[in-house]
């Protein structure tokens, strides 16, 4: 496997690891909504909206360090792979 492809593997799995836990967090607090308004009868647009905020900001808040040192990581072995890259490798 050559350098870029590589790099390319590594980026979308960054992706997918950073955006799976978001997307599964606004998917469980969204279907807990659901069932709460289905349950009351009470369809605001603003309640589907926050709570759905509040978790994404709080995920933000507990796993956005880590997730930046991942995405230096990336960054630091795509510099480190240029060299490869001009060669052609």
């Known amino acids: 496997m050559g350098a870029f492809?590589?790099?390319v593997r590594e980026?979308?799995?960054?992706?997918a690891v950073l955006a799976l836990p978001a997307i599964l967090v606004a998917t469980l607090v969204g279907t807990a909504v659901?069932?709460?308004q289905a349950a009351t009868q009470v369809h605001e647009q603003t309640l589907?909206?926050?709570p759905k905020l509040i978790a994404i900001g709080t995920l933000?808040?507990?796993f956005g360090a880590p997730a930046m040192h991942m995405c230096a990581g990336l960054f630091d072995a795509a510099l480190a792979a240029i060299p490869s890259l001009v060669r052609g490798g």
């Open 11 to 15: 980026a979308f799995l960054l992706c």
């Open 48 to 50: 589907t909206l926050l």
């Open 34 to 36: 659901a069932i709460l």
């Open 60 to 62: 933000i808040a507990l």
């Open 5 to 7: 492809d590589g790099l």
